[in-house]
């Protein structure tokens, strides 16, 4: 069955730097995600991305963060300069229609920053 | 605005127990998706079921079963006879139709003791 590919699986990181998160979306599909789960809390919505741009995002998704779909095949996520309440997990998910329809999640990247 | 309550923070149950988690949902569209997802330790999302706001029949699938009742605005999750590996946080969410995003509840966490 085909899988929505995250890596790395846990990243550490120093407060302050730029971290990218990396999706490999299943390939056919056109709608692309980011979410993130603070540990012990609920899954929070971050962004939407469609036809090479953003569609919708949360009020989470400030200016400190970033997606971009570099060569057709990864869906990334840049932290710019990260603090420690980004740390938490997150997840990718993608598409092939509308959300609706249902999203297939990556396996997360458990971010943490120190 | 779409909201989503379990308000089951935490059950335990010993094997071989029925469990019954609850979901309340609130939201103005009169099309919209509910669905429910595992996650276990390992920390990925799991999907267990899609269900429109049209389809108010019961489903069965293996020891799985969900309710569905619009009146009260409700999206039950029965586990019979429930297993050591049913232990994980589950989640409620909602979609709305042509949403981009899904609104999830904040989990229930389901311990089945041995």
């Known amino acids: 069955e085909p899988e929505v590919t995250q890596t790395p699986s846990h990243q550490v990181t120093q407060m302050g730097q730029e971290v990218i998160l990396r999706c490999v979306p299943i390939?056919?599909?056109?709608?692309f995600y980011w979410y993130r789960q603070i540990l012990g809390q609920k899954v929070e919505f971050l962004v939407s991305?469609?036809?090479?741009?953003?569609?919708?995002k949360s009020e989470i998704f400030d200016d400190q963060f970033s997606v971009e779909r570099p060569d057709g095949s990864n869906f990334t996520l840049k932290i710019r300069s990260t603090k420690l309440e980004d740390s938490a997990m997150y997840f990718c998910?993608?598409?092939?229609?509308?959300?609706?329809?249902?999203?297939?999640f990556g396996s997360g990247t458990r971010l943490t920053v120190v | 605005a779409q909201k989503v309550t379990q308000a089951q923070t935490e059950i335990s149950v010993v094997e071989k127990e029925d469990v019954t988690l609850d979901c309340v949902y609130e939201?103005?569209?009169?099309?919209?998706?509910l669905f429910w997802y595992k996650q276990p330790p390992s920390g990925e999302l799991v999907f267990l079921i899609r269900?429109?706001?049209?389809?108010?029949q019961n489903e069965i699938s293996g020891r799985y079963s969900w309710n569905f009742q619009k009146s009260t605005s409700s999206f039950n999750f029965t586990i019979t006879a429930s297993q050591v590996v049913d232990s994980a946080v589950y989640f409620c969410?909602?979609?709305?139709?042509?949403?981009?995003?899904?609104?999830f509840g904040p989990g229930t966490r389901l311990s089945v003791l041995p």
């Open positions: 998910a993608s598409s092939a229609g509308i959300a609706s329809y249902g999203y297939t």
């Open positions: 390939s056919n599909h056109l709608y």
């Open positions: 991305f469609y036809n090479n741009e953003i569609s919708e």
């Open positions: 939201t103005r569209d009169t099309t919209y998706y």
């Open positions: 269900r429109n706001s049209f389809d108010e």
């Open positions: 969410a909602l979609i709305p139709n042509y949403g981009q995003n899904f609104v």
